[in-house]
């Protein structure tokens, strides 16, 4: 007690004569420094005891106005460190930390650059010359670094940073266990060096350290398993996760949501490149906690931020990050399938239902990859949560405001269109202030009061906006139906199909089975016919939708003259075909698969509705634009239609028989005469009104 009441009045002593502004006197500190290094001998516990009030008053020196007095205390500080680190510290204790601890306080409260290059180069000399016998000290030098890391004087982060890589590079390399109760500091470190925005070089090199640090985590998980300082909850195998992987992924994470594109983009680039190389030692409740930290990559997306911001963030950071965590879930699906499938899927759909086209399609794109890659290994119940997925992302994307929305005005004449154009609005109105040159100048010229005006302006960018909304869910729709095509029969297997059936109808001689090379690739095989019966529902209801808007001519020539979708009247042709195809092409293959035999009922039935409708719905087409449009469908009914059997075709023949006698006043394309007149020439023979042998003979191939 005696030597520490003696320092603490030699500390109020020395404050004293500092404390004069034009002459401070040094004497007393100049004696606080012998009595420090005289006393270091005694035991730790004594020695402690001595150095709270030493330390404390170092705080105060080392922040001193006058930067003399700064200087000398610093200097004092480093000479006591250099001699203090000499003689080492024995495990479990925490000396250092506690003796180093000053350094922090003063890079932290001293604004001076001299003082804070003061205090990196004692640092730097410490780690150069005593990194061996550096254990506990450790936190208190990445503190250090940590706080230069957010410098913008640059002699001061860089090199700080050189420090830093020197002891991650080399000195880790040498005495890593010394090292390991500081390693999540180090990584934080880096990534506090990496979110320097005013340094793009060093950040770049940051995160290369960080990967670096990655390998050590990897080639040594004995020794952190083995440490067991501040672990003693955590159960041997785990403190690999909770003192090596976690910490360097959630620094990633860290820089990816707080960097600028470049940097971010390396960080994502890295932090999967991680998961990929290594992904195979992580147990599984590892990885639920690694998937909420990528999830909330996703999560910055959900904060209002400025419109710019949130579109490149969506088109690059969300878009990179959606394909990679695809990735890793094809590449570990034995393990991620049980805890991360329902996630994925939610995430998909977040992603299709956002005001971003290129998300939107990465959304279904990415659906279609994992179930094209994974769907062989897909148990029954994956493959239902899958088609619920494909339900659930259709029917939230069908753009139902195009049937209900009208001009302001003239909304009270719709009393049904209420929820779902409101639906539509929602999500595209958190930045109505920012008025574009188009609806500024729309209404330029209305002669009316200024709160007319502001009105007008303002309803136009909103029908703008929910315009913009409604037109990536009509891309949306198109995605999701080749996706279903892609899945079903994978991908260009259709179309090579038409392709081959085209030409064989221009050589006027139709093929009984064609086979292409991928149709067995699909996943077809491997789903139930009442998963598929769902998809089916899916296109139908997106076939129905289209059908009901490109009919609705007074809609569509209102949406036109409100500026939707260029130069024409806006339409949803491409989708009311291609659903309806790609349903076709599912029906049939059901329906001359003998595995499914015992849903052919089911299936015959469905086809006839389907086929029906489609036949008395193109009857009543008036443009001619609208019936070319139908042409592809067309032959991929009629030559599905013929390749059935006698006993099939006489119940589907009887069915169609009178729309295609409709269909034949109308003018069409040689390639559709041809198989119509091959149809009906069946029909005399299925239904035996003439005799095979009295048919027309067929002309040359």
């Known amino acids: 007690n005696a030597i520490v009441d003696f320092v603490h009045w030699l500390c109020a002593v020395s404050m004293d004569e500092l404390g004069s502004p034009l002459h401070p006197r040094m004497f007393s500190l100049q004696k606080i420094v012998e009595i420090s290094y005289y006393n270091m001998g005694r035991i730790r516990l004594q020695w402690s005891r001595i150095w709270e009030v030493i330390g404390n008053h170092f705080n105060k020196v080392g922040c001193n106005p006058n930067e003399d007095v700064a200087i000398f205390a610093v200097d ?108 999540q500091d180090a990584v934080k470190c880096l990534s506090e060096f990496a979110c320097n925005a005013a340094f793009p070089d060093t950040s770049m090199e940051a995160i290369r350290f ?22 003693m909850n955590v159960v041997p195998g785990d403190r690999v996760w909770v003192r090596g992987w976690f910490p360097i992924l959630f620094e990633l ?48 997306m959900k904060l209002p931020e400025q419109q710019t911001e949130k579109s490149e963030w969506m088109t690059t950071t969300c878009n990179h990050a959606l394909y990679a965590i695809c990735d890793v879930f094809t590449q570990f699906y034995e393990i991620l399938n049980q805890i991360l499938l329902d996630d994925i899927f939610s995430q998909l759909h977040w992603c299709v239902q956002q005001d971003n086209e290129q998300l939107a399609r990465s959304g279904t794109n990415c659906l279609e990859n994992i179930v094209i890659l994974n769907g062989e290994k897909f148990s029954p119940l994956v ?29 009270e004449d719709s ?116 998963q598929i019966f769902k998809l089916l529902d899916c296109l139908l209801e997106s076939h129905s939708f289209a059908k009901s808007f490109n009919s609705n001519n007074e809609q569509r020539t209102m949406l036109w003259r409100a500026g939707f979708k260029g130069k024409s009247k806006p339409n949803l042709l491409k989708q009311e075909t291609s659903s309806l195809a790609c349903c076709l092409r599912i029906l049939f293959c059901m329906y001359t698969d003998e595995n499914r035999r ?40 009629l030559t599905k239609t013929l390749k059935t059997s006698d006993e099939k075709f006489k119940i589907h023949a009887s069915a169609y028989y009178p729309f295609l006698c409709e269909i034949v006043q109308f003018d069409l394309i040689p390639e559709l005469r041809v198989v119509l007149r091959k149809f009906f020439l069946r029909i005399g023979v299925v239904f035996r009104i003439c005799h095979q042998e009295e048919q027309p003979k067929e002309a040359a191939a």
Not at 131 to 150: D, E, T
Not at 152 to 170: K, M, N, R, W
Not at 461 to 472: E, H, N, P, V
Not at 608 to 619: D, G, Q, R, S
Request: glycine share 2%.
């Open 76 to 183: 004092s500080l480093r000479q006591l460190s250099m001699k203090f680190l000499e003689k080492g510290e024995l495990a479990n204790f925490r000396f250092q930390k506690d003796f180093l601890r000053p350094f922090e306080y003063i890079m932290k409260r001293n604004r001076s650059p001299t003082i804070k290059d003061m205090v990196i180069r004692c640092i730097a000399q410490m780690v150069n010359s005593q990194a061996s016998n550096i254990r506990s000290g450790w936190k208190n030098i990445f503190s250090v670094f940590h706080q230069a890391a957010s410098d913008h004087d640059e002699p001061i982060v860089e090199l700080a940073f050189q420090t830093t890589g020197h002891i991650i590079s080399d000195i880790f390399k040498k005495h890593f266990p010394a090292a390991i109760d500081s390693f």
């Open 598 to 637: 015992d849903s052919w009922d089911n299936i015959q039935k469905r086809l006839l509705n389907v086929c029906c409708e489609a036949l008395a719905y193109f009857i009543t087409l008036t443009s001619e634009s609208h019936r070319e449009a139908w042409t592809n469908l067309l032959l991929l009914f």
């Open 383 to 411: 493959w239902d949560k899958t088609c619920d997925c494909m339900l659930n992302i259709f029917r939230t994307t069908i753009p139902h405001a195009l049937l209900t929305w009208r001009p302001a005005g003239r909304e």
């Open 415 to 530: 009393s049904e269109k209420g929820s779902d154009l409101d639906a539509d609005r929602q999500s595209i109105c958190s930045t109505e202030r920012n008025a574009s040159e188009k609806g500024q100048s729309q209404f330029s010229q209305v002669s009316t009061t200024s709160d007319e005006v502001w009105k007008y302006k303002q309803n136009a960018i909103s029908d703008q906006k929910l315009f913009a909304t409604l037109l990536i869910k009509c891309v949306v729709q198109l995605e999701l139906i080749q996706t279903i095509d892609n899945i079903v029969f994978f991908p260009a297997t259709s179309k090579k199909e038409d392709a081959e059936t085209l030409a064989a109808v221009q050589k006027d001689s139709i093929i009984p089975e064609i086979h292409i090379d991928t149709e067995n690739q699909g996943m077809y095989r491997y789903m139930t016919s009442q």
């Open 210 to 231: 960080i990967r670096h640090c990655a390998t050590y985590v990897s080639e040594r998980p004995q020794v952190l398993k083995e440490y067991t300082s501040d672990d």
């Open 253 to 300: 994470s860290c820089v990816i949501n707080r960097c600028k594109l470049d940097i971010r983009t390396r960080g994502l680039t890295v932090m999967f490149e991680i998961i990929k190389s290594y992904g195979q030692t992580f147990e599984k409740h590892w990885w639920q906690d690694l998937f909420r930290v990528i999830f909330r990559i996703f999560d910055n």
